[in-house]
């Protein structure tokens, strides 16, 4: 079992930066991809980002590449996302996950946090 925890949402107006932090848990952490996904309400879960576990792989979805940032720190078994260039679209709950590989495919990971709130203000 991988237990992991969100941290970092908050309010911030359009334009802002937020960093969120993803503490894991329980099983190895270096040996997971790690992924971002968000979700608001009446729609599904989204990807937003995901790195291998080694960091050197990263991906993106085309509505936050440029603006966001996923990196991980294996010694502190912390996965981030920096988000940059803020826009109200961007409000969701942002969840942390983990699997054996990078994905964008929801249903492909194992593991998964509580979530934290993102809320931009216009």
């Known amino acids: 079992q991988v237990q992991l925890v969100e941290s970092g949402g908050g309010l911030v107006q359009a334009g802002g930066s937020l960093r969120l932090s993803c503490a894991a848990s329980g099983r190895t952490f270096s040996n997971y991809a790690m992924g971002w996904f968000r979700q608001t309400p009446g729609k599904e879960r989204e990807f937003v980002a995901t790195?291998?576990?080694?960091?050197?792989?990263?991906y993106y979805a085309d509505s936050v590449k440029g603006r966001f940032t996923i990196s991980r720190d294996n010694n502190k078994n912390t996965v981030y996302l920096q988000m940059n260039s803020l826009k109200p679209e961007d409000t969701a709950v942002y969840y942390c996950?983990?699997?054996?590989?990078?994905?964008?495919?929801?249903?492909?990971?194992?593991?998964w946090g509580q979530g934290t709130q993102v809320t931009v203000s216009s």
């Open positions: 790195i291998s576990w080694s960091g050197y792989n990263t």
């Open positions: 996950a983990a699997n054996k590989y990078p994905s964008s495919l929801l249903r492909e990971y194992d593991y």
